[in-house]
């Protein structure tokens, strides 16, 4: 019996365990938010998030940088740039975090299409991650794309 309860217990929690990502969020009013980036309207960070969102109402220039508990290690620093165009808007954008033991650098392209209420967002990513020393590195390219009502 308590061999089935203990069972049940750890089936319990694997179901409930939900993935853990780091840097999830970026940009002072996002983390002010408990990191909700999906449905901020205007917001300059947008392409990290929900491209769907991002800005078409006019440019948008966006530098962050956050060094946690004083770390150098583990230093977060972005930049991008938001850009309207006819029928929505273009970003590009760049974050890196870590330094030369780890680090995971990201770049980012992506377009935002807006239709009356309805925003339509993709962007085109590159991850990298580095490990120091004999480790070496690797990347991966992938698409994130977003809707957003209004």
Do not use: C
């Not at 947008?46 to 004083?70: C, D, E, H, I, K």
């Not at 938001?82 to 590009?92: E, Q």
């Amino acid at each position: 019996m308590k061999m089935l309860r203990w069972g049940f217990s750890f089936w319990v929690l694997m179901m409930a365990a939900q993935p853990v990502f780091s840097q999830q969020s970026i940009g002072a009013r996002s983390i002010s938010m408990g990191m909700v980036s999906g449905a901020l309207t205007n917001n300059e960070w947008a392409l990290f998030g929900n491209p769907a969102t991002l800005s078409a109402n006019n440019l948008q220039v966006g530098f962050y940088g956050l060094r946690y508990y004083g770390f150098p290690e583990i230093t977060d620093i972005s930049t991008n740039v938001t850009i309207p165009i006819k029928f929505g808007a273009a970003a590009v954008g760049f974050s890196r975090f870590g330094d030369d033991l780890f680090s995971e650098t990201n770049m980012r392209a992506g377009f935002n299409y807006q239709k009356q209420r309805v925003n339509i967002g993709i962007a085109v990513h590159y991850n990298h991650l580095a490990f120091g020393g004999e480790y070496g590195s690797g990347g991966a390219i992938g698409i994130n794309a977003g809707v957003f009502f209004q």
